[in-house]
Nanobody
Framework: QVQLVESGGGLVQAGGSLRLSCAASGRAVSGINMAWFRQAPGKEREFVAIIRGSTGTTFYTDSVKGRFTISRDNAKNSVSLQMNSLKPEDTAVYYC?????????????????WGQGTQVTVSS
């Protein structure tokens, strides 16, 4: 069993930055695929970024490439999402997710564990 707890959300002006963290317990983040998703009001949950457990390889959805960076801290057993140049359309609840194996990284059904989410609001 893996428990995930997100933190770091908040209110920021457009162009600003936030750093989200996801603390994991029950499994080492270096041995599991860790991802971030987000869900805006009235919309489906969408994939943001993933860091592969075995290789550390990262992958991003096009809308955040060059602005967001996913990373992990093995010592703290956590994963972070550094978000720069934030836009109002980035406003959403951000969720941390984990999966032992992932074939289609953008499918929520691929992930076994989810955090409770943290709200990110970007004002214009």
């Amino acid at each position: 069993q893996v428990q995930l707890v997100e933190s770091g959300g908040g209110l920021v002006q457009a162009g600003g930055s936030l750093r989200l963290s996801c603390a994991a317990s029950g499994r080492a983040v270096s041995g599991i695929n860790m991802a971030w998703f987000r869900q805006a009001p009235g919309k489906e949950r969408e994939f943001v970024a993933i860091i592969r457990g075995s290789t550390g390889t990262t992958f991003y959805t096009d809308s955040v490439k060059g602005r967001f960076t996913i990373s992990r801290d093995n010592a703290k057993n956590s994963v972070s999402l550094q978000m720069n140049s934030l836009k109002p359309e980035d406003t959403a609840v951000y969720y941390c997710a984990a999966a032992s194996r992932v074939w289609s990284v953008d499918r929520t059904s691929e992930y076994d564990y989810w955090g409770q989410g943290t709200q990110v609001t970007v004002s214009s």
